[in-house]
């Protein structure tokens, strides 16, 4: 398969499986100027209107031998950023210097996701091949390759234990894994078309998961049994299809992203919409945001989402006033003034580490590249406690579990 391919979204419906690649969902294409644009180059828009955030570009990474970077998440620790490839490969990186630190090569085709467990040893990948794969963030091996999803495996999400792994598919299905084992512990039939992003959250002690789809639908599911706890629809709105979803860091409120422009906050167990976030560009892909937390620089600490945009921006907004208080700038063109993305912006992520005040964006192809960014206010006195921690981070994740790793499979 050619996940450089196109997909083309019929009226109602999901793109038909064999058009997938990575994270792109190609809407038909247009007429006049814009079809004349390179396929993932998104519909430029200056934004002269809008302000710079606070953030200087540290790295520019061809992460992915110039193809789609699809997917990007830093380690728990802020110490590593992962990121996934329309080549089908998975890297992982330190964000401060740029260096790679393991190439993770096996799948079968392109990626779409990429997950770190909570305590830094593992990560898991979900590729066109329809399996997930975990493997050992020190080496770099493969520990296990999870087979049962009969279509392509486009999202995952690690329980907050660790011992649990979910993955949702084009086969419209999410499963729930027993990571030690290498087997499912459930297998959920929850939506009509494919599953676009899982997530868990919920209360220390009470996980649930959340999945969206195609078919406009949010679901939380709880367990272990796999019942449905919600279903959330956004029924004023014509139910648009929706391109992944994240929890808030205290799992209680859920963050999903529509293809119509807009990013929703809700309440999940409520099934109320509390926020709504407006002003990217969101028609055709499925990107990923995430939450910033600005916590050496205020008190209280200032929260933000992040979110990618097809006009080649992101995005942040004010948590709290819904208001866009700044954008990482993109360009028109490769050759265009800046240092900003070129293409569709995949994917967001923020380091949560306190003091760790950096953002991880993944580009499409036309731009390719991982780009890491820093807060131009970020104390020196964090970034020194952060390259300290760097250096024992390895150590202190192989003694974070006293029972023995996974083996290789």
Not at 49 to 73: C, E, F, N, R, W
Not at 242 to 263: E, I, Y
Not at 345 to 366: E, K, N, P, R
Not at 387 to 404: S, T
Request: some cysteine.
């Amino acid at each position: 398969m050619d996940t450089a391919g196109d997909k083309q979204i019929p009226a109602g419906g999901a793109p038909p499986p064999e058009q997938h690649s990575g994270q792109e969902l190609q809407a038909p294409a247009s007429t006049g100027a814009q079809a004349a644009a390179p396929l993932g180059s998104g519909e430029w828009r200056d934004r002269s209107d809008l302000t710079d955030a606070p953030y200087g570009l540290l790295h520019s990474l061809v992460a992915h031998g110039g193809k789609a970077v699809t997917a990007v998440q830093f380690d728990a620790a802020g110490q590593r950023v992962a990121s996934a490839g329309a080549d089908g490969t998975a890297a992982i990186w330190d964000p401060r210097t740029g260096q790679l630190l393991h190439r993770l090569a096996g799948h079968e085709g392109g990626l779409s996701d990429v997950a770190w467990s909570p305590d830094g040893r593992y990560l898991a990948t979900a590729g066109d091949d329809h399996t997930v794969r975990v493997w050992d963030a020190a080496s770099g091996a493969c520990c296990r390759i999870l087979k049962d999803h009969s279509h392509h495996a486009v999202c995952c999400a690690w329980s907050s234990g660790g011992n649990l792994l979910a993955s949702g598919s084009f086969d419209e299905t999410v499963i729930v894994w027993d990571v030690r084992r290498g087997s499912p512990v459930r297998k959920i039939p929850g939506h009509a078309d494919p599953v676009s992003g899982v997530a868990f959250g919920g209360e220390p002690g009470a996980d649930i998961i959340a999945s969206c789809s195609f078919d406009g639908l949010t679901r939380a599911w709880q367990l272990p049994t796999g019942s449905c706890a919600a279903s959330l629809v956004d029924r004023h709105n014509n139910s648009p299809a929706l391109a992944s979803l994240r929890f808030t860091p205290n799992g209680k409120f859920l963050l999903t992203v529509t293809m119509d422009s807009r990013l929703l906050l809700w309440e999940p167990l409520a099934g109320k919409i509390k926020k709504t976030y407006k002003g990217h560009l969101n028609r055709s892909t499925c990107l990923q945001p995430c939450f910033v937390v600005h916590d050496c620089l205020h008190d209280p600490p200032q929260k933000f989402v992040a979110c990618g945009s097809e006009d080649r921006h992101v995005y942040l907004w004010d948590l709290n006033t819904k208001q866009i208080v700044g954008i990482l700038r993109g360009r028109p063109s490769a050759d265009a003034p800046g240092s900003g993305h070129c293409a569709t912006v995949f994917a967001v992520d923020a380091a949560q580490q306190v003091g760790c005040m950096l953002i991880a964006s993944g580009g499409h192809a036309g731009d390719g590249t991982l780009k890491v960014w820093q807060h131009v206010q970020m104390p020196a006195a964090a970034a020194a406690a952060n390259g300290a921690a760097a250096a024992n981070g390895a150590a202190a994740a192989a003694a974070a579990d006293g029972a023995a790793p996974m083996d290789a499979s």
